[in-house]
C-alpha cells in the first residue's frame, strides 16, 4: 500500500527521469548542512593574515581523493612556511615527522596542542600541514593544519604563555543542492562510478546510505530507479571535499519503494546524525553501537607518540573525547569478564560478545558491572573518568578478536542508535518537511531551466 509521502514524491520521479542534474544555490536550510561562518581575524603578532594570506593558498578541492599531483606546486604562499602533507597509510605525528625540521618533542607538542580540536578518525591523505619555525629552527612558532582549501586550524606560539594557542578559521561557503537520480546497471557502485557528475565521497555516502535500504545482493535488479539529494559546500566557486547525502530513495521491481533521510542532531558529533527511514529507524540493522554518545576520536587505532610518555608504540584502540562522568555503554550484548582497576588501564571493564569478540573499555572513573553479568546492547556500564595513565578524560576503546587480535574499532560497522524517539523524534520529522521542500525546489528549478 502507498504510504503518503510516496504520492508526493512519485510525480518526480517521473517529470524528472530525463533531465540531468543541475546545482541549485541560494536555497538555505535551517540546522542542515549550513555552517555558520565568520572571518576571524588573528590577532596573534605571530601570526598576522599579513604574514599568510589565505586567498593564496592553493586550490585542493579534492583533497581525499586526488593525489599530490593535483596540488598546485607552482603555487606561492607564505613562503615562511614549510608544508607538508597527511601522508597516506601514516599518522598525524607520521606526517608531522616527515617535514623538514620538524623534531619529535616538535611533533608530540603540536599533536597534544590540537588533540582537542579536531578528529583524528576523520584526516585524509594530501591535507596540508605547515609549520613556521623560530629563526633558530628550535621551537615551533605557528602551525596550520588544513583539511581543505577553506578550514584552517591554526597554533601559534603565544608570547605571554609560552604556549601553542589554538584558533579556528573558516572561510565562508554556500551550500549548493543537487538531484542525482540513475538507473541500475550491474552494481550501485559500477553504476554511479561511470557518472563524472558525482565525487568518490558522494558515491560512498550513497553506497551507505542505500545499502543500509536495500539488500543489493539479493533485491536489486538492472532498470531500478534511485534519487539522491545531496547538499555540497562551494567557495568563491569551487567545491569543498565532501558532502552529505540529505535524501536518498530507490524504486526496485523486486525491492519497492524506500527512502532515507538526513537527521542533524543539534550536540556536535552526535552519534545519532545519520540517516533513517520516514519512522526514524536507523538504516544500519545489525552490527554494535557506540560506546559513548559524542563520538570525537582523539586518537585513532594505530602506531602513535604516546601523549603520556612521549614514546612511539601501537594504540591498540580508540580514545573518544569526553567529560568525567559521561555514560559508557555496551556495544553489543555480552558477559562482563573483568571489571576493577587495573594499573595504567585505570578502571577498567571487558565483555565477551556472542562470538566471542572482546570489548574494552579504559579509564573510567565508575565501573556499573561486575564480573559475570549478563550486559545488553547500549546499557550503561560505567562512567567516562582519567585513571590509570591518561592525559585527560576520555574513554579509550579496544576490541579484541581471538584470531585476528586487537581491531580498529573505527573499521567495525557501529550503528548509532536504532531508533529516534521523542525529542529527536520530532526533530527529525521537521528536518524531514525541510530536506523535502529543498528536494522539490531542486527539482522545480531544474524543470524550469531546461
Ligand atoms: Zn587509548
Redesign the pocket.
Known amino acids: 500500500m502507498p504510504l503518503p509521502h510516496q504520492r508526493n514524491l512519485t510525480p518526480l520521479f517521473q517529470k524528472n527521469s530525463l533531465l540531468r542534474w543541475i546545482t541549485v544555490s541560494a536555497v538555505i536550510l535551517g540546522a542542515i548542512g549550513i555552517f555558520a561562518v565568520v572571518w576571524i581575524s588573528l590577532l596573534s603578532r605571530e601570526y598576522s593574515s599579513a604574514e599568510v594570506d589565505f586567498s593564496h593558498i592553493s586550490p585542493n578541492p579534492d583533497a581525499p581523493i586526488l593525489g599530490y599531483a593535483t596540488i598546485n606546486p607552482d603555487e606561492k604562499y607564505a613562503p615562511d612556511y614549510v608544508e607538508g602533507w597527511i601522508l597516506p597509510y601514516k599518522g598525524f605525528e607520521d606526517s608531522l615527522m616527515a617535514i623538514r625540521g620538524v623534531t619529535l618533542p616538535m611533533a608530540l607538542e603540536i599533536t597534544n596542542a590540537i588533540r582537542d580540536h579536531i578528529d583524528f578518525a576523520k584526516i585524509y591523505a594530501h591535507e596540508t600541514l605547515r609549520v613556521k619555525f623560530s629563526p633558530d629552527g628550535k621551537q615551533v612558532e605557528a602551525f596550520v593544519y588544513s583539511p581543505n582549501f577553506a578550514t584552517f586550524h591554526v597554533l601559534t606560539r603565544d608570547t605571554a604563555t609560552g604556549k601553542l594557542r589554538y584558533t579556528y578559521t573558516r572561510l565562508p561557503t554556500e551550500t549548493r543542492y543537487r538531484i542525482i537520480t540513475g538507473t541500475m546497471e550491474g552494481t550501485l557502485n559500477q553504476s554511479l562510478a561511470k557518472r563524472d557528475d558525482v565525487s568518490t565521497w558522494i558515491r560512498q555516502a550513497v553506497n551507505n546510505s542505500l545499502e543500509g535500504m536495500i539488500s543489493f545482493s539479493t533485491d536489486a535488479r538492472n532498470g531500478d530507479e534511485y534519487r539522491i539529494l545531496v547538499a555540497e559546500e562551494f567557495h568563491g566557486g569551487r567545491r569543498l571535499p565532501g558532502g552529505k547525502v540529505l535524501y536518498a530513495a530507490y524504486r526496485g521491481k523486486v525491492a519497492g519503494f524506500r527512502e532515507a533521510f538526513w537527521y542533524q542532531d543539534p550536540e556536535p558529533d552526535s552519534a545519532f546524525t545519520s540517516h533513517y527511514t520516514t519512522e526514524g529507524k536507523a538504516l544500519a540493522s545489525s552490527g554494535m553501537r557506540l560506546p559513548v554518545d559524542r563520538i570525537r576520536v582523539t586518537?585513532p587505532f594505530g602506531y602513535r607518540i604516546h601523549p603520556v610518555t612521549g614514546r612511539r608504540q601501537m594504540?591498540n584502540?580508540v580514545?573518544y573525547a569526553g567529560a568525567i562522568g559521561d555514560p559508557v555503554y555496551a556495544v553489543a550484548a555480552g558477559t562482563v569478564t573483568f571489571a576493577a582497576m587495573d594499573g595504567p588501564s585505570g578502571k577498567k571493564i571487558v565483555i565477551r560478545h556472542l562470538d566471542g569478540t572482546l570489548t574494552y573499555y579504559?579509564h573510567l572513573s565508575a565501573i556499573g558491572v561486575r564480573v559475570g553479568q549478563s550486559v545488553k546492547s547500549g546499557q550503561i556500564i560505567g562512567r567516562v573518568g582519567n585513571t590509570g595513565l591518561s592525559s585527560g578524560p576520555h574513554l579509550?576503546f579496544g576490541v579484541f578478536d581471538k584470531k585476528q587480535g586487537w581491531q580498529n574499532p573505527l573499521r567495525i560497522k557501529m550503528i548509532a542508535a536504532p531508533t529516534l524517539t521523542g525529542e529527536r523524534l520530532e526533530r527529525f520529522k521537521a528536518q524531514m518537511r525541510t530536506i523535502r521542500e529543498i528536494y522539490e525546489k531542486a527539482a522545480d528549478t531544474k524543470v524550469r531551466s531546461i
Open positions: 586518537s594504540h584502540g580514545d579504559l579509550h
